[in-house]
């Protein structure tokens, strides 16, 4: 069974940073993984913000809203995919997730099978 647990999130004023972190355990190969993260704000559906595929050529995916801005990475060797967000908006205050799947669909909430519990990510302006 996977598991995923995300930390990093906090109160940060806008055009500020942050870095997120989500350790997957339970996971045969990570490497093979499709990592993604996610983000829902009060009162709205959970969104893509950005995803990534190691054995694609580690290609990286994007939201428009976010890109530029943000940059998703993992180590392998750590079972940990990160998310640094830099000029932090207010718009980006929401509770982020960390998803895997294990063959790549799509990059929305159908597209992931396991879940992480989110971590609270707050832009002040």
């Known amino acids: 069974q996977v598991q995923l647990v995300e930390s990093g999130g906090g109160l940060v004023q806008a055009g500020g940073s942050l870095r997120l972190s989500c350790v997957a355990s339970?996971?045969?190969?990570?490497?093979?993984?499709?990592m993604g993260w996610f983000r829902q704000a009060p009162g709205k559906e959970r969104e893509f913000v950005a995803g990534?595929?190691?054995?694609?050529?580690?290609?990286?995916d994007y939201s428009d809203s976010v890109k530029g801005r943000f940059t998703i990475s993992r180590d392998n060797a750590k079972n940990t995919v990160y998310l640094q967000m830099n000029s932090l908006k207010a718009e980006d205050t929401a509770v982020y997730y960390c998803?895997?799947?294990?063959?790549?669909?799509?990059?929305?909430?159908?597209?992931?099978?396991?879940w992480g519990q989110g971590t609270q990510v707050t832009v002040s302006s």
């Open positions: 339970g996971l045969t190969s990570f490497s093979d993984y499709v």
């Open positions: 990534n595929r190691w054995y694609y050529s580690s290609r990286t």
């Open positions: 998803a895997a799947a294990r063959y790549y669909r799509k990059y929305d909430v159908s597209g992931f099978d396991s």
